[in-house]
């Protein structure tokens, strides 16, 4: 074995131990249908009645036209985010910018837009976390 793929050899330890690499969610509850066509909250919906949005967005202004949920916020997808937001576990990155663009896919497949905008971190937010972190998702 030569010196240059020891050296790889152990680069990869290395680099597994900090960022340790993470298996695919196993549990993942992808948010179904029917739900709000404003906030995107499930609700259940008699059969053969058309409602668009739920009891907590009729008769509401919104300052958006619409948000959605890719996944519920349980389990692993719960953990994972938590540990990425607020212990700085950056290794999940990659896992959630890949469900934020399946997720987004799955949505808006239907849909032409220019711009994808997220919003903006609050600077006392950014500030106790010490990053933001739609800056440090890998999509
Ligand atoms: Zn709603």
């Known amino acids: ?4 793929s020891t050296l790889h ?3 990869v330890i290395i680099v597994n131990f ?5 298996a695919p969610w196993r549990e993942v509850r992808k948010m179904g249908t029917p739900r709000c066509h404003r906030c995107g909250y499930p609700f259940e919906v008699p ?3 058309e409602i668009q949005v739920c009891v907590n967005c009729q008769g509401v202004s919104w300052y958006l036209d619409r948000a959605f949920s890719c996944y519920y916020f349980d389990g692993e997808v719960r953990t994972s985010i938590l540990e990425f937001k607020y212990h700085r576990k950056f ?3 990659s896992l959630l910018g890949k469900g934020l663009i399946e997720g987004f896919r799955d949505e808006f497949s239907d849909i032409s837009f220019d711009a994808l905008v997220p919003v903006p971190l609050h600077s006392s ?3 106790d976390r010490g990053f933001n972190p739609i800056h440090a998702i890998e999509v």
């Open 1 to 4: 074995m030569g010196l240059l």
């Open 9 to 11: 050899k152990n680069l």
């Open 18 to 22: 900090i960022f340790p690499p993470v």
């Open 47 to 49: 059969v053969g009645i």
């Open 91 to 93: 290794y999940w990155r």
């Open 125 to 127: 937010k950014q500030r």
